[in-house]
């Protein structure tokens, strides 16, 4: 995938509704890996995925959203917060997503290492143990961006009661990064 053709766009409130709309996919891509976890992650009756709100990343300052787009394709979407495993956060990757078209053709790198240079300061990164894949992709992702130097935990997190572990990664990214 050519580099020029990847664009990253910040989405607005009026985009909100399509970012819910492409979360039922980000969920259904995670039941392949997640699924099992608990009954939560179930196919519901009406076949509809239901994610959670994403409204905060359009309204609070501390998050941003972002629609991935390949050429004039959306493509999929970047959220971003604050709210890491450590005070020392600046950013943390809340969601990532790149449709399943798109994976595979360099278009979550390059948007992964272009948020990144946009975001300068403490980075946190949070998977479920069981998403092998994003696993696989983020430790790639982040070790060719920084050089290799970045830390990886297992942690116990608080706010999933049926899953509480995720491997932080945990990374700097500076002016001259």
């Not at 278009?107 to 300068?120: E, G, L």
């Not at 899953?163 to 990374?171: D, G, I």
């Amino acid at each position: 995938m050519q580099k020029e053709n990847i664009h990253i766009e910040p989405a607005t409130l009026s985009e909100y509704p399509t970012l819910q709309n492409l979360a039922r996919f980000y969920l259904y891509d995670m039941t392949r890996y997640c699924g099992f976890i608990s009954e939560d992650w179930a196919c519901p009756e009406n076949g509809l995925y239901e994610c959670n709100d994403f409204k905060k990343y359009f309204e609070e300052a501390s998050c941003k959203a972002y629609f991935i787009r390949v050429k004039k394709e959306l493509a999929g979407f970047v959220l971003l917060n604050k709210n890491g495993t450590s005070p020392k956060t600046d950013w943390n990757m809340g969601e990532f997503f790149v449709l399943s078209k798109f994976q595979g053709k360099g278009v979550a790198p390059y948007v992964a290492h272009q948020i990144w240079q946009d975001h300068k300061g403490q980075w946190e990164i949070a998977v479920i143990p069981e998403n092998i894949k994003a696993l696989t992709f983020w430790r790639k992702a982040v070790s060719n961006f920084t050089g290799k130097n970045y830390t990886e935990e297992v942690k116990t997190i608080d706010y999933d009661e049926d899953q509480p572990k995720r491997h932080v990664l945990s990374f700097r990214v500076d002016s001259k990064s």
